[in-house]
């Protein structure tokens, strides 16, 4: 909200819920006759997020040619849709996040060392939630807070027993199970 794109758009996409050809489809756009349904050109949400920020979450799961695309994007700022023959230049700023260890996949061969080195210049670890107990009354507070507002209610808090039950899980689902 400092930065200077923050009346920029924020676009957020789930590398891990596409499919390859829908995922090059939908970060860097189509043109028309491209491929089969590709009935008209379509911008990318790179280009959409144009001026502002592009959010990768599961950033791992990207095949080998979204990641030559992608570094392409961060390195010489353009792109070129599929099946397509302009280059488009584009100034977005690129966060992404996962799960997993990125550079284990990158001696694995998994995922590209010049993209992991491009992607890992602020780097944020968040230990899982079974290893910080004490921010569980803090997120559970905070989720009653949203669901209240949500639906209109007025729950103060959980129960004691509840709190032990909660404090007493091994969490392997993270925050999004809690």
């Not at 009935?39 to 144009?50: D, F, S, T």
């Not at 592009?54 to 700022?77: G, N």
């Not at 949500?150 to 999004?176: D, F, L, T």
Request: proline residues 4%; charged residues 25%; aromatic residues 6%.
């Amino acid at each position: 909200r400092m930065s200077s794109r923050n009346a920029q758009p924020m676009i957020t996409v789930n590398c891990g819920t596409l499919t390859e050809e829908l995922l090059l489809s939908e970060l860097f756009g189509h043109e028309k006759g491209a491929f089969t349904g590709a009935i008209v050109a379509k911008r990318g949400l790179v280009e959409e997020a144009r001026g502002g920020t592009l959010f990768l979450d599961e950033v791992d799961s990207l095949s080998p040619a979204a990641q030559t695309r992608l570094l392409r994007v961060i390195q010489e700022a353009e792109l070129e849709r599929v099946g397509g023959k302009q280059t488009l230049a584009v100034d977005v700023r690129i966060i992404s996040a996962t799960n997993q260890n990125l550079e284990s996949l990158v001696k694995q061969d998994l995922f590209r060392n010049d993209l992991y080195y491009r992607i890992n210049v602020v780097r944020l670890s968040i230990p899982p939630l079974a290893e910080r107990p004490e921010d569980l009354p803090y997120l559970v507070q905070l989720i009653i807070q949203r669901l209240n507002k949500r639906y209109n209610k007025e729950v103060e808090s959980v129960s004691r027993e509840v709190m032990q039950k909660i404090r007493a899980y091994h969490w392997p689902g993270n925050v999004r199970e809690l």
